[in-house]
């Protein structure tokens, strides 16, 4: 296997270096990228790029279940994926770059605090774009359950950026270009509380409306696929079938797939068949194939 360092230049800039991982088989990692800092800790992401020619797209991968991020090694998820067939190598394998990205994770934080944290990154991304090596205005994101419901919130309820901020980060779009959702809740309001498998969603109800993708459905919105299993006794199907019909009222372009006989995960077979979806999805509204 061929491992190769990759560095950006960037990180010159950075207040801190950061370590750089080692990989191969058509994709070089640069690890741990700090994009903000909370609670006296750094936010990270880590950066997969394809070693064969890019097509200038970043895919943010939400790294969050239960509003809980966790770390995981990318050389193991890489190697599982090359062969499962599954959604990194498959968009790596198509020129995407992709950007894992971390969030403040439950039980220390909300949800509240991981949709901030999101909002973040994007802008970040958006603002290193050109040493990152991609197009601002094509940036992707997708993520599983909360890292659905995550996603949801950056696609439909977006902002400009604040054009005084003094951090020049913050003046930048958290906008994103096209959304994939494995079975995402989409409304908190009803759930919010405490909750001791889920103490994320432990937060002030008043809050909840905020960051209900429900809520923010407009028809200037980026495109949305949600992907769900029709006996998820996690995230109920209705979820994204509530969604759907409103983003189809909206006239926002979306698409359904439901997998038949699926829980709260998708495996062989089936998450082989969502990875391909994913991709044709962020091919048709980012690439434009």
Known sequence: MRRTVVAFSFLVLS???????????????SADQIYGHKAGMALTFDVIKPEAASNGIGLINVVSGGWRSDYFDLDTAMLESRTSGGRLTTLIDKGYTIFVVRHGSSPYFKVPDAVADMRRAVRFIRHHAKEFGIDPDK?????????????LMLGLASDAGDASAKDEVDRESDRVAAVVAYYPPVDLRSIVGKNERYPALDFDPAKAESISPIVFVTKDDAPVLLIHGDVDTTVPISNSETMLAALKEAGVPADFITMPGAGHGFKGEQAQQAASALAAWFDKHLAGK
Do not use: K
Not at 15 to 29: H, T
Not at 139 to 151: E, P
């Open 139 to 151: 940036i992707g994101v997708y993520g599983a359950s909360a890292g659905g419901h995550l996603s």
């Open 15 to 29: 207040l801190a270096a950061a370590p750089v991982a080692l990989a191969g088989d058509g994709y070089a990692v």
